[in-house]
């Protein structure tokens, strides 16, 4: 069953009516009946062609930046551990959470050095691709 999301593009496409338009290889419009079986073919409609989404850019790695994430995310695990732990003291409680923040907090680091060089090699090949053509 497709999504809503595609539905809804399903019923935009359907609700716009496209004209095909053959193109020979230097730009000229061709009748239907001189269309070539292989030949391009350009919607011509009120829709202009999508831009590639830019995303979101991702910041290099920051261990500030990583520090406020480990202090956002400590009191939310500390309660998580005194609701699903009631049995260890408040004492075992807050080292266990401590603990917790202590690896959480280089490994979201790392993450976020792994981040930083995809987007760098993307960015990369696509200025690359660009270039190209």
Known sequence: MPSRRQRRRREKELRH????VWEDAE?????SDEAPTNGTTKKSGSQAPR???AGRRVQPPSWRRTLKRGLIFAPIMLGTIFLISPGLSP??????AAFIVAIFIPFSYLLDGVFWRAQQRRAARDQAARKRG
Not at 27 to 31: C, I, K, P, S, Y
Not at 91 to 96: G, N, S, V
Request: charged content about 30%; proline content about 0%.
């Open 27 to 31: 730009g000229n419009v061709l009748e």
């Open 91 to 96: 004492t075992a409680k807050i080292l266990q």
């Open 51 to 53: 831009a590639a989404r």
């Open 17 to 20: 009516e496209y004209e095909y």
